[in-house]
């Protein structure tokens, strides 16, 4: 490969805290505008604020679960640019001595996995929102000021999207599984931005780095990344250069177009904020905190192959958020044969939920009348195929199996003196189908099966009828 | 030492104007203070751990409790405009 991708990832990720990083205002989305706010959130003179010892928590958990060093001391910093969306002037952040440095994310690519190393792990307070209304006014919302965020910094490891996209997957998978954080994109909890370059290994020249920003999907990542890969090459062929600049992804013209141009690097003027005194972290808090982690994916999706006994790549689909592993386990619990369990919930229910882009906690049924589901089928009281389309009516009306079996008239034929007269009909309507069958062509037999199953309404029990069909024919 | 470019760079990023009188009145200033502070480089700081911060208290951290917040009424006290309960200002653009 000629040209080398280098991706680096800057994401943002809320924290789920119930108080904002400095005071007691709640944290939670959707309020009504401008009423979780106080002085301190409001950078009113005099006020001071107070780190949230939740979100130092909540930061180290992260830390801990993606491998990274955690500071025993740490400071915070004041980070000094002009918007209105930030009150003070200044962000409190981190700079020199981030509270968790280094680190990695494991992901998992088809031919084997890949580190993605971190730089670091900074805790922050979130700004206000602005609205840029029709008639050129900027409405300010500062319910979200002073919201507790954590700020992950890679290194430029990925060398193509799908690595980036598999690398955002994962760690959102278990920010979510260590409970930090909801990681909803469309709500802002979680944003990120993509550094990019590409290096011609010939010539050993190399793109200026391009920013990515206001990306509000995965889906949207990818496809600014790709654009700007191709972009980017593009340039390097005609022996010219991009700018260093960001820009956004336009979802409309499917492109990514100019922002703002570099023009220097932002000059933040960081220093210490004297409001906040230095943090000192307890090993032990440390351990105690390590030693609350949930089960991660990687170690819950190992357990699955070995408790479970299923395929690896079985393993890895159902433990890609904590809510499907969870959803697997306790279907388990109701039903008797794992794999099974496992072919339909990543066959049909997985399918049917990435079609109307929803999560498996939108389902309108629980894991128990799944597992009711699949107990209809093994006891052979409906067959595979009416099963599937009582999945589909469970995911619309959310219906129990048994009821909406009974009331459909579902249930599976399986009394031989119930079929005879319709395979015997079905039999004396076919009789060129016959001759064929007799004549070696075996796929008359399927045909004849076929019309017995649609006089049915495809209740009877196939193995039953196949059977039946050869016996007639034969005597 | 601090030039009268320097003074201005800095007063852009506060967003400051000043006259040419100003400019060389601070750059003369600046001059001073950081002239003060190159002083401290002739301590010999070998073997000496930085300094991360000044103060030597340890920050408490607060328990993650609800606390009342302001009205909005309160908080909308000082803005020079509101509209639909937000803080209204002139557009502005990133």
């Known amino acids: 490969m000629r040209y080398k991708t280098m991706i680096g990832l800057e994401i943002h990720v809320e924290l789920m805290t119930k108080t904002k990083i400095f005071c007691g205002c709640p944290n939670d989305f959707g309020g009504d505008v401008n009423t979780h706010c106080c002085p301190v959130c409001l950078g009113l003179p005099g006020a001071?604020?107070?780190?949230?010892?939740s979100a130092v928590e909540y930061a180290i958990k992260a830390g801990l679960a993606f491998n990274s060093q955690i500071a025993t001391r740490t400071r915070m910093d004041r980070k000094n640019y002009f918007y209105p969306d930030l009150?003070?002037?200044?962000?409190?952040?981190q700079d020199e001595i981030p509270l968790c440095s280094g680190g990695y994310v494991e992901i998992e690519k088809e031919d084997g996995p890949k580190k993605i190393r971190l730089m670091r792990i900074h805790i922050e307070e979130d700004t206000g929102k602005s609205i840029h209304t029709e008639e050129a006014d900027t409405l300010l919302d500062y319910n979200r000021g002073g919201v507790p965020l954590i700020e992950i910094v890679t290194y430029p490891d990925?060398?193509?999207?799908?690595?980036a996209r598999l690398f955002l997957e994962k760690l959102r998978a278990t920010?979510?599984?260590?409970?930090v954080s909801d990681c909803k994109m469309e709500e802002g909890s979680l944003r990120c931005d993509i550094n990019i370059n590409v290096i011609d290994t010939q010539t050993n020249t190399r793109t200026n780095i391009t920013e990515l920003k206001n990306l509000n999907s995965f889906k949207a990542a990818v496809k600014a990344m790709e654009y700007e890969e191709k972009r980017h090459i593009a340039l390097l062929e005609a022996g010219k250069n991009t700018e260093g600049e960001t820009r956004r992804w336009d979802e409309v013209k499917n492109e990514t177009i100019v922002m703002r141009e570099k023009g220097g690097v932002a000059d933040y003027r960081y220093a210490p904020d004297f409001d906040i005194a230095p943090i000192v972290i307890e090993e032990e808090w440390?351990?105690?905190?390590?030693?609350s982690l949930p089960e991660l994916p990687h170690d819950k999706k190992e357990r699955f192959i070995r408790e479970y006994g299923l395929p690896e790549y079985d393993a890895g689909v159902l433990t890609q958020s904590k809510e499907l592993a969870d959803f697997y386990e306790e279907t388990n619990k109701y039903a008797k044969d794992p794999k099974q369990v496992s072919n339909w919930i990543m066959g049909d229910v997985l399918r049917r939920l990435k079609d109307e882009e929803l999560e498996i906690e939108d389902l309108k049924f629980g894991p128990k009348d799944l597992a009711h589901l699949l107990e209809l089928i093994n006891s052979g009281k409906i067959s595979n195929n009416i099963g599937k389309?009582?999945?589909?009516?469970m995911f619309e009306t959310g219906g129990k199996p048994e009821k909406i079996v009974k009331e459909r008239g579902l249930i599976q034929i399986s009394d031989e003196g119930e079929l005879e007269s319709i395979v015997k009909k079905v039999l004396?309507?076919?009789?060129?189908s016959i001759i064929d069958y007799k004549n070696g062509k075996d796929r008359a037999l399927g045909y004849l099966i076929g019309q017995v199953m649609k006089a049915t309404k495809g209740k009877a029990n196939p193995q039953l009828v196949n059977k039946m069909v050869r016996e007639m024919i034969e005597e | 030492m601090v030039s009268k470019e320097d003074v201005k760079y800095i007063a852009e990023l506060c967003k400051l104007k000043f006259s040419e009188e100003e400019l060389e009145e601070f750059t003369a200033e600046f001059c001073r203070i950081i002239g003060f502070v190159e002083l401290l480089k002739e301590v010999d700081t070998e073997g000496v751990e930085a300094t991360y911060h000044v103060s030597p208290k340890i920050q408490p951290l607060r328990e993650d409790k609800v606390e009342p917040s302001l009205s909005r009424e309160k908080v909308l006290q000082n803005a020079p405009e509101e509209q639909y309960g937000y803080f209204k200002l002139p557009r502005i653009m990133d």
Do not use: C
């Open chain 1, 175 to 179: 920010l979510k599984y260590i409970e």
């Open chain 1, 48 to 53: 001071l604020p107070v780190l949230n010892k």
């Open chain 1, 286 to 291: 440390i351990d105690e905190i390590r030693n």
């Open chain 1, 158 to 163: 990925m060398n193509t999207p799908e690595e």
């Open chain 1, 428 to 432: 004396s309507e076919n009789q060129q």
């Open chain 1, 87 to 93: 009150v003070k002037g200044y962000q409190i952040s």
């Open chain 1, 389 to 393: 389309k009582v999945l589909r009516e």
